[in-house]
């Protein structure tokens, strides 16, 4: 009996301990450490283009990953692909429409290990003000205070109402797209 008692604190210490919450590493996105793209055809063309401006917070541990969230701001204004003419509509009200819907979000419920250092982002993604769930494939390297993301999310732009009107069909402009990322958070 006496030996039950010496035992319990220890046990009792170790359980607080074992059953400790699990803290990720808090890391800061913002523009220019990569590149957070798009791409698409249009007229049996391939174009890409990018988001000049973004910003979000990433709490990610690769050992606790299931822990993990995220929230991504893109600002929609900031789209820009290199041709003026598609440039100058990608704004207005057929596309993005910017004025009702400045930006786009991106919340990571939480992360899934795949193997070695490949997860899946699960979470919403919130465009034009429609929300709908997404699972982001990424890789994940983590150097020191740096951690680099790098994945491609395929979508049908129609499913967020992007492309209204006489680009409703993929006549003109194919309704799937991609969303490709490879950006660098720092913090850590």
Excluded: C
Excluded at 33 to 49: M, P, R, V
Aim: aromatic share 10%.
């Amino acid at each position: 009996m006496k030996a039950l008692h010496k035992f319990l604190p220890v046990a009792t210490v170790a359980g607080l301990l074992l059953s400790s919450p699990v803290f990720a590493a808090d890391w800061t996105l913002a523009p220019g450490n990569g590149t957070l793209g798009f791409s698409g055809t249009q007229t049996g063309k391939a174009f890409e283009g990018h988001f000049e401006k973004y910003d979000g917070t990433i709490s990610f541990d690769p050992a606790h990953p299931e822990v993990g969230h995220a929230k991504i701001t893109i600002d929609m204004t900031s789209a820009t692909t290199g041709d003026a003419q598609r440039d100058g509509a990608l704004p207005g009200h057929d596309w993005f429409d910017v004025k009702t819907f400045p930006t786009a979000v991106f919340e990571v419920k939480d992360f899934k290990a795949k193997g070695g250092n490949t997860f899946d982002a699960e979470g919403t993604l919130t465009i034009k003000g429609i929300s709908k769930p997404v699972t982001l494939p990424l890789s994940i390297e983590i150097d020191g205070a740096a951690l680099h993301a790098k994945g491609h999310l395929p979508l049908i732009r129609s499913t967020f109402n992007v492309g209204v009107g006489p680009w409703a069909t993929g006549q003109w402009v194919a309704l799937e797209v991609g969303v490709d990322v490879d950006v660098t958070a720092h913090g850590g």
